[in-house]
């Protein structure tokens, strides 16, 4: 925290911004909770422990 209070004329500029922006793909990457099949993993995960279906 007194880290981030350090920063207190932290600011990032169009082209950065714009760069965070490119990452958003629209769709959440490691849980999707409109996708049926993951909220049924995760629902089941102690009878098939896996952590992410990586797809």
Do not use: C, W
Request: aromatic fraction near 6%.
């Amino acid at each position: 925290m007194e880290e981030n209070r350090a920063l207190e004329h932290f600011a990032l500029n169009e082209a950065e911004m714009q760069r965070i922006a490119a990452l958003d793909l629209g769709h959440p990457q490691m849980l999707d909770p409109l996708k049926p099949s993951e909220v049924e993993r995760i629902y089941n995960y102690l009878e098939n422990p896996v952590l992410t279906t990586l797809q």
